[in-house]
């Protein structure tokens, strides 16, 4: 079955710093999807990643997926208090199934 | 926020009951899934359904049974509930799956502690 890889799987940084976290697949990726939970909450939604190379942008969050579409990642500039939380990718497992993985996720704390 | 309503939010039972949770959703959407979220472990699949009466394992689904008899609810029942399913169990909707997957909606979470 897929394999996802999340790193890393804690980062710790000084309020203003970027963070940068990595999502990798074993197999090639149809789409993937990216989510934020903050600590004691549900997982949200932020963005779905489909072409090859396809980079967005939501104020100062950047996602980019890989030209060969087996990797993914997120990256945050100059940090915030309120970007704490954990990040999850999720992609389709594959093999024919409707099953939806989850990353193990990468816990961010900001120091004020 | 989605229309997706998990009950009950907390609950506390003993070892070797069973034990039901319900996921309620009011936006029509197909597919439906249980999920564990553990430290250390991110969120691993229980089971999952893609419509009315259709429901497949997910990765960690020993221990677990399901059901959906209509649409809006997904029901997830622990057989005799061991300390190892102390989790929170969320629950997720989506209205595309597969390979044509977009974005899922959480429920709040359901904390439950087996003592």
């Known amino acids: 079955g897929q394999q996802v890889m999340q790193i890393p799987q804690y980062q710790h940084v000084q309020e203003g710093e970027d963070f940068t976290t990595y999502c990798n697949s074993s197999?090639?990726?149809?789409?993937i999807q990216w989510y934020k939970q903050r600590p004691g909450g549900h997982p949200v939604f932020l963005i779905q990643?489909?072409?090859?190379?396809e980079v967005k942008k939501q104020k100062r969050l950047t996602f980019q997926f890989g030209e060969a579409k087996k990797n993914s990642s997120l990256h945050i500039t100059a940090t915030q208090t309120t970007d704490v939380g954990t990040y999850f990718c999720?992609?389709?497992?594959?093999?024919?199934?409707?099953?939806?993985?989850f990353g193990k996720g990468t816990k961010l704390s900001v120091i004020p | 926020d989605a229309g997706i309503t998990q009950s009950p939010r907390h609950k506390v039972t003993e070892t070797g009951t069973p034990v039901t949770l319900r996921c309620h959703q009011t936006?029509?959407?197909?597919?439906m899934y249980w999920y564990r979220q553990d430290p250390g472990h991110g969120l691993r699949l229980i089971h999952y359904?893609?419509?009315?009466?259709?429901?497949d394992k997910g990765e960690v689904s020993d221990g677990y049974s399901v059901s959906r008899s209509k649409t809006e609810d997904f029901l997830l029942t622990l057989e005799s509930a061991t300390s190892s399913q102390t989790s929170v169990y969320f629950c997720?909707?989506?209205?595309?799956?597969?390979?044509?997957?977009?974005?899922?909606?959480f429920g709040q979470g359901t904390r439950l502690t087996v003592v």
């Open positions: 997720a909707i989506s209205d595309s799956g597969g390979a044509f997957s977009t974005e899922a909606f």
């Open positions: 197999t090639t990726l149809s789409n």
């Open positions: 990643l489909v072409k090859s190379g």
């Open positions: 999720q992609l389709y497992s594959g093999a024919g199934s409707y099953q939806l993985t």
């Open positions: 936006e029509n959407h197909r597919y």
């Open positions: 359904s893609y419509g009315v009466k259709d429901t």
